[in-house]
């Protein structure tokens, strides 16, 4: 009788359980076959590039407004040339600005430059030769005064002469001269009256021209020009080259019409300053048509290839 009613009461219990489970299908796990792998996470979207990455940010930036620009209202030309005459009796400031003009703008100088003063070696020749010039003056007009001439140790000058000119400049680079030249030596002496340039040209190519009239009627020109090409700031080598010209032959000085003579040298320096320069190089001089000719008459050489040595001097 006692487990009759034992078994009635987990009757009892169970039922209600059943009940709400009744119509409910219950999901069974599938066979490890037939499960489908699960749906992997979608990746992140890859990061759009930033079309402002390698510009300048200033292109970014709006353009700044360009301020108008107007002309100058006609007032601003209507007070006197110099503005100190509304302030003070114009008559003293034209006596004060030309007398800064006459000390500050018209300041008298001058400089001497001894180009060459060399010795010239050469087998059994062995010479020297000077080449200077000096100016004094103000910015546009100016006295120069020019020598050279060459001989051998020992003799008597070979050529020697000097020239005193008026210079004045006609452009920012160039001076016009005019005036003398007198030939001490070859003999005869002569005198010549001088018309020429002198200056710069592009690159910094310092130049001379002349052509000399003597008081022979004799028609001759001469051709200068040299460039210092700077090494270091105090080693400069300069080229340079020179020559003669003549509108007929002179023969009582050998001298031959057309191109007479030339000159080709390079020289290097050592600046210890600017003022102070010694320097060596070669030198190379040729006479040419009819001078050559003279040359041959008189049994001289018609050319000649030289060691130089020389200092080169500026005050």
């Known amino acids: 009788m006692k487990a009759l009613v034992i078994a009635l009461l987990a009757t009892a219990v169970t039922a209600p359980a059943l009940a709400q489970g009744a119509g409910h299908a219950m999901p069974m796990p599938a066979p490890e076959a037939e499960r489908r792998p699960e749906a992997e996470a979608p990746a992140p979207p890859a990061p759009t590039a930033d079309p402002r990455a390698g510009r300048d940010m200033g292109e970014m930036r709006p353009a700044a407004p360009t301020p108008p620009e107007a002309p100058p209202p006609p007032a601003a030309l209507s007070g006197p040339r110099h503005a100190a005459d509304l302030l003070f009796d114009p008559s003293a400031m034209a006596r004060a600005r030309e007398e800064v003009r006459a000390e500050m703008g018209e300041v008298r100088a001058y400089r001497i430059m001894v180009d060459q003063l060399e010795a010239r070696i050469r087998d059994g020749e062995d010479g020297y030769l000077w080449d200077a010039q000096g100016w004094y003056g103000r910015d546009i007009n100016k ?167 020389g200092v080169r001097l500026w005050f």
Do not use: M
């Open 143 to 309: 006295l120069w005064i020019k020598t050279e001439g060459e001989g051998s140790f020992g003799e008597k000058v070979e050529e020697a002469e000097a020239q005193a000119l008026w210079s004045r400049a006609i452009t920012p680079w160039f001076d016009f001269q005019a005036g003398g030249r007198y030939d001490f030596r070859p003999n005869p002496q002569r005198a010549h009256l001088v018309v020429g340039l002198q200056g710069l040209v592009p690159y910094f190519l310092e130049i001379e021209a002349a052509a000399f009239l003597s008081n022979e009627g004799d028609v001759t020109a001469r051709f200068e020009a040299e460039y210092d090409q700077l090494i270091t700031q105090k080693l400069v080598l300069q080229p340079r080259v020179e020559f003669d010209l003549a509108a007929q032959d002179v023969s009582e000085i050998g001298v031959g019409a057309g191109l007479s003579s030339l000159e080709a040298g390079l020289r290097l320096r050592y600046e210890f300053v600017p003022e102070f320069a010694p320097y060596a190089g070669v030198a190379y001089e040729r006479a040419v048509g009819n001078t050559a000719d003279f040359a041959r008459d008189e049994g001289e050489s018609v050319d000649a290839l030289f060691l130089v040595a």
